[in-house]
């Protein structure tokens, strides 16, 4: 039986990796939707017409933006070279995914 040394060294860095790659997007998601929840911005533009539906897309659209910069540029940086003998469209859509869940987590927190 052949044991690989990579797989064990990354199964205990990536998650570190993962965690470190996206804190900048959450920390900045949290902390605007916390603002606009303490300056009543959402009230104010739902005063003005602006539906619920709206507002929760425009949060989406713009976390959909940014990650998808952070997975594009993590794919670059460490995708191709750390991942080579994976499928680089899994590692691209993995980079990816893992930041759409995290707008999931931040609407639950």
Known sequence: MLKDPFTFMLGIIAPYFFMLMYI???YRTTYRIVQEKELRVREIMRMMGM???SYWLSWFLYLTVINTCIAISAFFFAGLWIFTY???TLVGLMFWLYGQSLFGMILFI
């Open 86 to 88: 994976s499928s680089p």
């Open 24 to 26: 900048p997007l959450l």
């Open 51 to 53: 539906r619920e539906l």
